[in-house]
């Protein structure tokens, strides 16, 4: 069968389920416990969490997501999604299965809708990437002042793996994505002015160390509790250290 079997691609098609939180693939972080093809052509899948305590919303999130892109794969049968040993469980698989949605899951509980919710993530994400983009270009090009930095363009980055992810965030976020696009830009895609610049960069760097310190604590979590689990995890790209900008130079 092209591209593999259903299994097989149905856990490629995983990789587009992030934790909300962390910001990462719930397949490299090992949230993926099984993934089984049934004889009637569907797919059943558990996914398993750090604790038993993990943000309900999270939790729903990303079960839910991962129910859209496996039922959307052209060949698959009816998906069930199982989130397991989760205090939710119960209520969250059922509501799943119904296809209640958020809201009609949690009722009263869920204050936000999912969409809400995944905006105030996306936003971090965002935040979180344009301090590793902007530290890479730094550690590429010594010679940039403060001064200066605010009229970096998207075309000044180098081509690496913060560069694309970026531009991945920026375009879930609809913010411009051109070549001449400003680096440095607020939620809603306004460039950063010279006197907000340090102010706002040291505020998405305390969100990318926040994101980086909870991803590889939630990895650690889920080896103690799920010890198999370490085999299905992907090794985290080594963060380099930020980037000094010039104002933080040690006089």
């Known amino acids: 069968m092209p591209g593999g079997t259903l299994e ?3 856990r490629k098609a995983l990789d587009a389920v992030l934790d909300p939180e962390l ?9 993926v416990r099984s993934v089984e093809a049934r004889p ?21 999130l990303m079960a839910s997501d991962a129910k859209d892109v496996l039922t959307a794969l052209p060949d698959a049968g009816p998906v069930t999604v199982l989130l397991d040993d989760h205090h939710d ?4 698989n059922r509501g799943l299965a ?5 809201r009609g899951t949690f009722g009263a509980e869920a204050e936000e809708s999912l969409e809400e919710l995944r905006l105030v993530f996306r936003r971090k994400a965002h935040a979180a ?15 940039r002042t403060e001064e200066r930095l605010h009229e970096v363009v998207l075309g000044d980055l180098p081509d690496t793996a913060a560069t694309r992810a970026l531009l991945r965030r920026r375009a879930a976020l609809g913010l411009g994505t051109s070549p001449a696009d400003p680096l440095l830009v607020d939620d809603d895609g306004r ?26 604590f939630c990895r650690g979590l889920l080896r103690t509790r799920y010890p198999q689990s370490a085999a299905d995890q992907s090794p985290r790209a080594a963060e380099p250290r930020p980037a000094v ?5 040690a006089s």
Do not use: W
């Not at 469980?89 to 969250?92: A, K, M, P, R, T």
């Not at 990437?129 to 010679?143: G, K, V, W, Y």
């Open 23 to 31: 910001d990462e693939p719930i397949t490299d972080l090992g949230f």
């Open 98 to 102: 119904a296809d209640a949605g958020y």
């Open 129 to 143: 990437a344009m301090e590793r983009a902007l530290t890479a270009l730094l550690r590429q090009d010594r010679s």
């Open 191 to 216: 460039p950063f002015t010279p006197e907000e610049f340090p102010l706002r960069v040291r505020f998405a760097r305390a969100v990318r160390i926040s994101i980086d310190g909870n991803a590889h």
């Open 89 to 92: 469980s119960d209520l969250i």
């Open 8 to 10: 097989q691609r149905a």
């Open 245 to 249: 900008l010039p104002r933080e130079k």
């Open 40 to 60: 009637d052509g569907g797919l059943t899948v558990h996914l398993r969490l750090p604790t038993s305590f993990c943000s309900p919303n999270f939790a729903y």
